[in-house]
């Protein structure tokens, strides 16, 4: 049994697709709908609310199991290293991204607290998703490895310095 996953707009959250126009994004469901039934396959779909919702990959597992497709999971550890091999370009520029983060975070005198706070704040459910399941664990191994080398970064170092001023003094960079 053939099978394809499609997302869709949601008038349900207000998500429609926006990468291109409705029209040709429609034609395209269409177009997919007939040839499925024309070969008399089965078309899975999923839908904008599941990743909305961020529970794509329960809804989708669901689905492909009910639809009787066998499914070998990977472990963490797997899926990084098929994403992020080790010593790769894609890794260089992974870390890359959490440093500038970090740096970011820090040079702004902001925590992560704050900054889910804002993704909260703006109804951004997509940036709270990856700061709150991603980025937490990177940056806590990032502070602890500093922690345990007995180290802190250049931005460490300054904001320390700021907490040392009297007064009303606050982090200016």
């Known amino acids: 049994m053939n099978t394809a996953s499609y ?15 409705i029209k040709k994004y429609n034609d395209g469901i269409t177009w997919k709908r007939a040839a499925h039934e024309k070969f008399g396959t089965r078309l899975i779909t999923t839908s904008s609310v599941d990743f909305y919702r961020s529970d794509i990959r ?30 790769s370009k894609q890794e260089k520029a992974f870390i890359r991204l959490i440093a500038t983060f970090v ?20 109804n951004d459910r997509r940036s709270e998703f990856v700061v709150k399941k991603h980025f937490p664990s990177v940056y806590e191994r ?16 300054h904001l320390a310095g ?7 003094a606050s982090c200016v960079v």
């Open 162 to 168: 700021d907490r040392t001023l009297p007064g009303n």
């Open 103 to 122: 740096t970011l975070l820090k040079s702004s005198c902001r925590s992560l607290k704050d900054v889910l706070k804002q993704t909260d704040e703006a």
């Open 142 to 157: 990032y502070a602890e490895a500093l922690r345990s080398g007995g180290q802190i970064d250049f931005y460490g170092c």
């Open 58 to 87: 329960e809804t989708l597992k669901q689905l492909l199991l009910d639809a009787g497709v066998p499914l070998q999971e990977r472990t963490d550890t797997e899926l990084y290293s098929m994403v992020l091999p080790e010593g």
């Open 7 to 21: 997302p869709h707009g949601s008038p349900k959250i207000g998500i429609y697709p926006t990468r291109r126009p």
